[in-house]
């Protein structure tokens, strides 16, 4: 039961409308077993702010039925007593974690026409390097030499053409294919994560997650604090096949999580094209299948640079917006990719107010950022 019936005590935080509306959806992010259906549904009933009061408030049979059962609404209310929500938001903000809401416009623009948009994006490192042509490497945790080799070799050769090398970090195929990307030092490295991104998971690849962030950017729809979980892994995937121009199946068993980031990858009509292997290796049954079933093979990078319409390395594509300046980049990175107001830049950047008040309204016109209220938002290069 919610609230006083419980013997609890709600933290007291900022008025609504003084914190920003990914301040509250960081909180709905943070309660057990809140994924992506659960989300959705709860932001189908009201705002993430009002649905978080509901929480505080008396009995709500329609939280209920989002919850599925009622321990589970218990315990979300048992959670939304104690958890200081001006804390939480303030830790993302600490760790360099920036946070878009749907619809907002620091949202990447390749998830926000999604079937399955994240209700909010977390990001650690430059979301902006999510454009032009993108290929997602994926594979078995337990793949051969010869699976990782190869999916090295096509990080590597993918990034230097310019194309984001997109995976999910974990062991096996998806660390070779963005180990290779970073040695290439071309296209940045795109990661989609199932976990907060102060919890590395697999731990033996915490340096990899270092240079991906420092050269790239890190991606997931996990709070700071949040497990890898085994629901989380399969929405990840979703996110990986989103984000994704075409598809490479380096090394998959029959099942498992590669063959699930095909079929989201269908879904979304994308290409996916399959590495063949050995034919008495285990670790290539998948990728004989999806060949089967009338996938291209991928002998190489050129093979994926054909399905991307690409006769070779292309130029990353410029930004169309004016520059900044001087003054508009120091507010620029004062900014950040979190909502602020023009008192955090002053503070920030060193700037007199009139200096960021001109600053805001000329990169607002040229489209750098969007202002809504006392609210000042980046805004990511136009598609």
């Known amino acids: ?49 009002e649905i978080w ?4 408030g008396p009995l709500s049979p329609e939280l209920v039925q989002v919850a599925g059962k009622r321990d589970r609404y218990e315990q ?43 209700a909010v994006v977390f990001h650690k490192g430059d979301p902006e390097v999510v454009r032009g042509p993108r290929v997602a490497i994926v594979g078995t945790r337990r793949c051969t030499r010869y699976g990782s080799d190869i999916a ?4 590597h050769d993918l990034a230097s053409a310019g194309v984001g090398v997109v995976s999910g970090l974990a062991l096996g195929i998806d660390a070779a294919a963005h180990a290779g990307a970073l040695e ?27 240079a991906v962030a420092d050269q790239g950017v890190l991606l997931g729809e996990a709070p700071l604090g949040a497990p890898p979980e085994r629901w989380r892994f399969p929405a990840r995937n979703r996110i990986i096949a989103a984000l994704a121009d075409v598809l490479v199946v380096v090394e998959s068993h029959a099942s498992g999580g590669a063959m699930h980031t095909v079929a989201e990858a269908a879904a979304r009509d994308r290409t996916v094209l399959a ?48 520059s900044p ?41 040229a489209g750098w950022v969007a202002v809504s209220g006392r609210w000042i938002e980046r805004v990511g290069i136009p598609r």
Request: with cysteine; aromatic share 4%.
């Open 76 to 118: 979300w209310c048992r959670n939304a007593a104690v958890l200081d929500v001006v804390g939480l938001w303030s830790r993302h903000r600490e760790h360099g974690v920036g946070v878009a809401a749907l619809g907002a416009p620091g949202y990447l623009p390749a998830l926000s026409d999604d079937l399955d948009p994240p």
């Open 53 to 56: 009061a509901r929480l505080l």
């Open 184 to 210: 290439a030092r071309g296209a940045p490295p795109i990661a989609v994560v199932g976990n907060g991104m102060d919890r590395v998971y697999p731990e033996r690849n915490r340096a990899l997650w270092r």
């Open 275 to 322: 590495v063949p292997g050995p034919v008495r290796s285990s670790a290539s049954d998948g990728c004989f299948e999806l060949l089967a079933d009338g996938c291209a093979p991928c002998r190489g990078a050129d093979d994926v640079l054909l399905a991307l319409g690409m006769s070779g390395a292309e130029a990353k594509p410029l930004d169309p917006r004016p």
């Open 325 to 365: 300046g001087i003054i508009g980049q120091q507010v620029l990175d004062a900014l950040g990719w979190q909502p602020a107001d023009a008192e955090q830049i002053r503070v920030r950047s060193g700037l007199d107010m009139s200096q960021v008040a001109g600053a805001v309204e000329e990169l607002r016109a």
């Open 1 to 49: 039961m919610p609230g006083d019936q419980m013997g609890l005590t709600a933290v007291p935080v900022e008025d609504a409308e003084e914190l920003p509306v990914e301040a509250w959806l960081v909180a709905l992010a943070s309660l057990p077993a809140v994924g992506p259906a659960r989300m959705r549904a709860l932001l189908a009933l009201d705002g993430p702010a």
């Open 152 to 155: 090295f070799e096509l990080g």
